[in-house]
């Protein structure tokens, strides 16, 4: 990905100049904030937010398909995953984001994308997930591959045996990521379950990692900051009948640790997504409704506190961390969409948030990233 920080250089002593990179060390000024691309699921636009100016755009351009609810940049091209909501075309579609005018293109063939991991140059994953709400059946899986160096070539011709499991008891995957042990990670929703893949054969290592409980959703790759070790934070909102869990799998030593089990001293976190602060060690969960953070001290399971937007009100949506600020794009699919904008170190909001994007009712924010 086409992503750096900028250190201003001064003709200053040694101490100083060796000072200033180190994060912690660093002034707001230092970092080179991205451009943060927004994406609406009701039509498809896309917006952009600059930090620096603290300014919206309108609307830049448009997918053309509804659903788009996730999108990542990879070496100077960005991808948008679009789901399957029964009048639009699904699949992985990708852009210029340096383009005045850019178009989307799909890569292959439909499939309801909603995740996507970038392994490589030239092995990317991305899942495909449709699921039946009136029979809870998995009408379609699979976690396919393709080539972001030559995206026109289209998607893997099948997806990788182990999970294209469909039917009642089905695998409905959400998340993908790389872990920093190099191997694959998808959460499974229905199953309570983190499949693992190898990328050199691209075959599901058995057996799966078994979390608390379903509803299995957001998943966050890092190491250890004290052991070094392979970490994989899974968050499961109990498929909205059991309490959510926030579980760490430990790669490393093949263990699974539940470490956030309540919120303000009452059992359940419902969250879906998972972002981290790594110059305060500090953690981000949301749901549908509400968004929580600790900052892990002792032994766990730690409890969470549940944050509030400057009126003293819920908020929840997808987040985005870059350099010291959270983003989370909130929306009540029809009266607002607020990008609420806070410091990612102390958890509060900015001054200047919320920042409205798009027009309430036609839009509904989704999808955020950040590119550079």
Request: proline fraction near 5%; include cysteine; aromatic fraction near 12%.
């Amino acid at each position: 990905m086409n992503s750096k920080n900028v250190l201003i250089l001064c003709v200053l002593s040694v101490v100083i100049v060796a000072a200033l990179f180190s994060f912690s060390g660093c002034e707001t000024g230092y970092y080179v904030y991205g451009t943060v691309y927004i994406t609406d699921t009701f039509n498809g636009n896309v917006f952009t937010y600059d930090p620096v100016s603290q300014t919206a755009s309108d609307a830049l351009y448009s997918i053309g398909q509804g659903a788009g609810d996730s999108i990542y940049f990879f070496n100077d091209i960005g991808y948008v995953a679009v789901g399957r909501i029964g009048i639009n075309s699904p699949g992985v579609y990708y852009f210029d984001p340096n383009a005045v005018n850019p178009t989307f293109s799909r890569i292959g063939d439909v499939i309801s994308a909603g995740s996507i991991a970038f392994y490589s140059d030239t092995k990317a994953y991305v899942t495909d997930r449709n699921k039946s709400f009136s029979t809870f059946e998995i009408i379609s899986s699979g976690v396919y591959t393709f080539d972001p160096s030559n995206p026109a070539a289209g998607l893997s011709a099948s997806p990788i045996p182990g999970t294209d499991s469909i039917g009642l008891g089905g695998q409905y995957l959400q998340e993908i990521v790389v872990g920093t042990d190099g191997l694959i990670y998808v959460a499974d929703f229905d199953n309570a379950e983190v499949l693992v893949i190898n990328p050199d054969s691209d075959t599901v290592i058995d057996p799966p990692y078994d979390v608390s409980t379903a509803g299995t959703s957001g998943l966050l790759a890092m190491k250890d900051p004290v052991s070094g070790d392979d970490l994989i934070c899974v968050a499961s909102n109990g498929n909205f009948i059991e309490n959510g869990v926030v579980d760490v799998i430990n790669t490393t030593q093949g263990t699974v640790t539940q470490v956030v089990t309540t919120v303000g001293g009452t059992a359940g976190i419902a969250a879906t997504r998972l972002a981290y602060h790594a110059a305060s060690n500090t953690f981000y969960a949301s749901g549908w409704s509400n968004t929580y953070t600790w900052t892990p001290s002792g032994s766990p399971p730690y409890d969470a506190v549940e944050m509030k937007n400057s009126s003293d009100a819920s908020f929840a949506g997808s987040m985005l961390v870059d350099g010291d600020l959270l983003f989370v794009a909130t929306t009540d699919w029809f009266n607002y969409n607020d990008l609420i904008v806070l410091n990612a170190e102390s958890a509060e909001e900015m001054d200047y948030s919320p920042v409205s994007i798009g027009t309430p009712g036609f839009d509904a924010i989704s999808g955020i990233a950040s590119y550079k």
